[in-house]
């Protein structure tokens, strides 16, 4: 079964600063991985996502995540922090089960923004 | 066009009663999924539908919980003997056939008392 850990629980950053977000997954193939915000009272937004291909991803937002399958990591980075980044983030890592995305999510790190 | 909507978005229930939760897909989505957000977790997968079948139901945690999508649209989950413990915000998400991408709805936040 597949496993994601986000050893960090809470960050803070101050605004202009970079960002990184660490998440670790465990999975016996090759993962999906996804990089889903979340902000108070809204659904899930997928960020960014990685099937195959080029291990640097790009996402919306300014966010990109590079998948690195010696150290079973997909870490979220983004050079410039925004007030508005501020929020919930979840990484996530998905199996193909009987044709369809059975999907695991980490507890998830909540990024705090100062000014 | 419209995303995946939830109602209510908030319930508020006492211990032992009956509850239903709704959720309405993306349109021509044929994949949905019903996960559970407790305070300070990540979501946890419950169910999964393709078209009016549920196909992975290895998620509900008892058989107090039950699904169904009975046109292969709107799915509504359904909550028996609701206990304290079942607090928590209930996701759901849709994706077209074939595709790895969930669109996740804003969740109905159900409070047991």
């Known amino acids: 079964a597949q496993s994601v850990t986000q050893p960090d629980i809470h960050i803070t950053v101050s605004e202009g600063a970079s960002l990184e977000l660490r998440c670790n997954y465990s999975?016996?193939?090759?993962?999906?991985l996804f990089w889903y915000v979340q902000s108070p009272g809204q659904g899930l937004q997928l960020l960014l996502k990685?099937?195959?291909?080029?291990?640097l991803v790009q996402g919306i937002k300014g966010f990109e995540a590079e998948f690195k399958r010696s150290q079973s990591s997909f870490n979220l980075r983004k050079p410039s922090v925004h007030w508005s980044d501020a929020a919930e983030y979840f990484c996530?890592?998905?199996?193909?089960?009987?044709?369809?995305?059975?999907?695991?999510f980490g507890t998830g790190t909540k990024l705090q923004v100062i000014p | 066009g419209a995303g995946v909507s939830q109602t209510p978005s908030n319930k508020v229930t006492e211990k032992g009663k009956y509850v239903e939760l709704r959720c309405d897909p993306i349109?021509?989505?044929?994949?949905l999924y019903w996960y559970r957000q407790s305070l300070g977790q990540g979501p946890e997968f419950l169910i999964y539908?393709?078209?009016?079948?549920?196909?992975?139901d290895s998620g509900l945690p008892n058989d107090r919980f039950f699904a169904v999508r009975p046109e292969g649209s709107v799915s509504t989950l359904k909550i028996q003997r609701t206990e304290r413990g079942d607090s928590a915000v209930y996701l759901c998400?849709?994706?077209?056939?074939?595709?790895?991408?969930?669109?996740f709805g804003p969740g109905t936040r159900l409070t047991v008392l």
């Open positions: 998400a849709s994706s077209p056939l074939g595709e790895n991408e969930q669109f």
């Open positions: 999975y016996g193939a090759t993962p999906y």
């Open positions: 990685y099937f195959s291909g080029d291990t």
């Open positions: 996530a890592v998905g199996a193909n089960s009987g044709g369809y995305q059975k999907v695991t």
């Open positions: 349109s021509g989505h044929t994949a």
């Open positions: 539908f393709q078209g009016t079948g549920a196909a992975d």
